[in-house]
């Protein structure tokens, strides 16, 4: 129905900089929001940031990213990027897209929302 297609993982040395894409395709009667989550080995996957795509681009971030890491739309399409400077090695983790999506057959219905997943890009921060 819909992928999401990631990309720019890696491994980077402390204090560098990634960027991350990811760009949701398919089925989509429109996108409602989308983010970053990540998941470290023997930890829960987490919030990174999200953004609104349908209330003028509301942001969320973790406290742990605060300051070093930005989410932004790209070009008004279902895309977005995530910058991620200042790394440290604590953000070493995969990294997983999610989109929040009305699909086609759903805006036929009831208009619900579900949730869609990437399939993870590592981010490696080490020196």
């Known amino acids: 129905q819909v992928e999401l297609v990631e990309s720019g993982g890696g491994l980077v040395q402390p204090g560098g900089s990634l960027r991350l894409s990811c760009a949701a395709s398919?089925?989509?009667?429109?996108?409602?929001?989308m983010g970053w989550y990540r998941q470290a080995p023997g930890k829960q996957r987490e919030l990174v940031a999200v953004?609104?795509?349908?209330?003028?681009?509301?942001?969320n971030y973790a406290d742990s990213v605060k300051g070093r890491f930005t989410i932004s739309r790209v070009n008004g399409k279902n895309t977005v990027s995530l910058q991620m400077n200042s790394l440290k090695p604590e953000d070493t983790a995969v990294y997983y897209c999610?989109?929040?999506?009305?699909?086609?057959?759903?805006?036929?219905?009831?208009?619900?929302?579900?949730?869609?997943w990437g399939q993870g890009t590592q981010v490696t921060v080490s020196s």
């Open positions: 999610n989109a929040v999506v009305i699909t086609l057959a759903a805006a036929m219905g009831l208009m619900r929302e579900k949730d869609f």
């Open positions: 953004v609104s795509l349908v209330d003028g681009g509301t942001t």
């Open positions: 398919g089925s989509i009667y429109s996108v409602n929001g």
